[in-house]
């Protein structure tokens, strides 16, 4: 205990050295991970297959196996992965310059998107990335014969300690493993069926009681095995009873290969500079050439107090990419047939990755759109491509559109030559390509989005090599400098201390609210009150606060990220550069949303005494302001908008319910009442027109009303005041 007291004061003291008065710490659930194991009913599915499982499914895979994770989502793919994989992140935030623009992310959140409960400060057993068992035994093409370690089998793959998450330390190891069966058993469970109570019982009358030894009937159950039963049954209930023990082969995994945990910099000293590395190791012990070979990746993670809620977060990050399993290679194979883009496409604007589209079309294109744009292209094949990029861009539910033609250009090999360069002419047009035409002034519309696709490709028409990434390019109500996913979780000490994030208007306009992320912690740590506050502009720093919206506290909404809306009373008139954020009440991080792939801390602003200083931490935080000369829909595609008669609405605004005015629509029981929130999500639904429609249980808020009613639609819009 004393040991534990000390490590914990010596952490203490390093993080308030390190941060100041700013507090940065990794997330406690990870949202797409919970929203995913919520679809799939991962519990359910683990507990009935995999929990215990430690052979695999049946099903063997056949050389060669390989994964560079581009097409799985959140979990791995399970047509190559056993199901207890299901505790790696798949995902294109944590990697940093990954060979390709997803990696599989190993940390210290389980399958359900929560930290481990057997999370400590001393290292545990974290996640696992176990393949399904492996033919290695044999090759079936282009004839079935036997493998051997003379067929020189290698097993390959890339890793990265940290990316732009959190360091794992020396202690926090990533392990490779080899598996064999012995050849023996062991035991594995006990068998069990239901039988009826009715056979144990004299009558229909008659009960089984707490403390009765059952049996297993049956021929095919051991006479040997019984039960206590702790619960009264009568004649109809049912009983599940223990049948027999069931032994599978037993399976010996051995240590392969391992990493100590280092900050990504140190790693890039020793290896070069290198942001992954990739490991060749040969497989030449002939106890692996059976029908049940497989792997598995593991990481011990240490979380920095089990104690302080705020503390038992996501840390100690690994990403792992390109795994690559075949017979026929060598010390040297360690290239790969590929053209492939790494990190996320990027926003066209200078500044944001959302703003309002009024704002675009008031000051675009030369003080909004950047001139010209990164993307990191890189060739991962052993030869020299002359390949073709070009990007598409065109409006949803629009006609805009137009396309960018970069060239030819010759792209070296990644290995030795790295991502494409803007050194070269033709390199320019590829790595770093201008954002050619501004997007379209659409004078009919609120809002619009556009989809940016972007393509490398061999120019061969004998070898064609492609990869593509998609950004949506986003005009909706709000600014928004983050991509909408946070890394880490942002917060202030101490009481009384104030936030203030910097946006800047092209045109006057009107603040309605301010949407916040902010993450759920552990038994809602997090929940102080604070004042929402809007201030004014005093060169270049935080001035007088001219707007406050009082007694808050962090709320959330279900859903992948999705942020919870805080409506101001009465709406704000600015011009010029403004300011959202906020006073707390009390001491301890609010823990608002942090993204730590779109660095804007030059506009995070915070005050602990008298001074107003910008953040030292790289990355935006999760907070979009409002913005529009009236209340629209966040984006058009959701809900549209042609052809479309207005309906009047009363009470307007409304605490409780609302009706459709009938002397704007006639009452239609079979009409149907849609209603929506200002991101375009639907909330609720309900048939008929001319009866009240309930909205006691939504916050407050601008809200959009859909009917459709004989074949005609109609919209209007709400106002719920709390």
Known sequence: MIRRTIAILIFTGFYFILSGQEILSGLQINEAVKQKAEKMKATAERQDTCACREGGAETRLTLPFFDDFSTSSVYPDTEKWDKVSYSVFVNPDFPLFPP???????????????????????????????????????????????????????????????????????????????????????????????????????????????GDTVYAPGADCNPDIYMINFQTLTWDDYIEVPCDSVFAPEIVWDKAWESEGMRLDTFRLKHGGKYFVQKMIRIDSAKYFTDKFSFRFRNYASIANDIIPSWRSNVDQWNVDYVYLNYDRSIGDTTYRMLTFSQRAPSFLKDYEVMPYRQYKADAPVNVLKPDFKMYISNMDKIEHNTNYLYRVSQVNGTFGYTYNGGNCNLPPFYDYGFQRCTTSCGAAHACPPVQMAFNFDVTRDTTSYLIKHYISDSSQANILVDSVIYRQGFYNYYAYDDGTPEFGYGLEPAGSLLAYQFSLSMPDTLWGVQIYFNRTMDNANQFFFDLNVYQDNNGKPGDIIYTLPNQEPKWRNGLYYFYTYMFDEPVLLSGTFYVGWQQYASGSLNVGFDANSIHNNKIFYKVQTEWKNSIFPGSLLIRPIVGQKMVLSTEENVQSENQNQVRIYPNPAQTWFMIDPGYLEPDPEAQVALYNIYGSLIMEQTGTGNRINVSALPGGMYLVRVMSRNKIYTGKILIHR
Do not use: C
Request: net charge negative.
């Open 100 to 210: 390709n623009h997803k990696a599989a992310t190993f940390d210290a959140i389980d399958y359900l998107g929560k930290v481990y409960q057997n999370a400590d400060w001393i290292p545990f057993k974290a996640d696992e990335l176990r393949s399904l068992p492996i033919r290695l035994d044999s090759v079936f093409t282009p004839v079935v014969r036997a493998l051997t370690p003379a067929d020189s089998v290698y097993f390959s793959f890339f890793y990265q300690p940290q990316g732009v998450g959190d360091k794992p330390e020396p202690w926090d190891t990533l392990i490779l493993e080899f598996s064999y069966p012995t050849g023996d058993s062991v035991f594995s469970h006990i068998d069990s069926i239901w039988v009826p109570v009715s056979m144990y019982l004299s009558g229909p009358s008659d009960t089984l009681r707490p």
